[in-house]
């Protein structure tokens, strides 16, 4: 089965400038839609940023005209680079692919992004 690695995650202060890297484990990117996830402490899962197959990007309003998700199908790798992070960023941020309101792969570690002075 697909594994997934999440990297890039840091201490940041407040403004700063993060690019978050997913890597599948097989060649997967250019054939099915992605997506980062975060989970704050204490709170649920939640989708910040999606991108379909042929690259249409989508994002959740708290993160709009700050995060930028991209990927590269050659390289199979997803992106996330996210400018003027805020505390309420903080987070362990995780990449998968969606389906059908669920997910297509087993969560990986994620990767832990802190936002603080």
């Known amino acids: 089965q697909v594994q997934l690695r999440e990297t890039g995650g840091a201490l940041v202060p407040p403004g700063g400038t993060l690019r978050l890297s997913c890597t599948p484990s097989?060649?997967?990117?250019?054939?099915?839609?992605m997506a980062w996830y975060r989970q704050a402490p204490g709170n649920a899962r939640e989708l910040v940023a999606s991108i379909s197959a042929d690259g249409s990007p989508n994002y959740a309003e708290p993160v709009k005209g700050r995060f930028t998700i991209s990927k590269d199908n050659a390289r199979n790798k997803v992106y996330l680079e996210m400018d003027d992070l805020k505390p309420e960023d903080t987070a362990i941020y995780y990449c998968?692919?969606?389906?059908?309101?669920?997910?297509?792969?087993?969560w990986g570690q994620g990767t832990h992004v802190t936002v603080s002075l």
């Open positions: 998968n692919s969606p389906r059908s309101g669920s997910i297509r792969y087993p």
């Open positions: 097989q060649l997967v990117v250019g054939l099915v839609s």
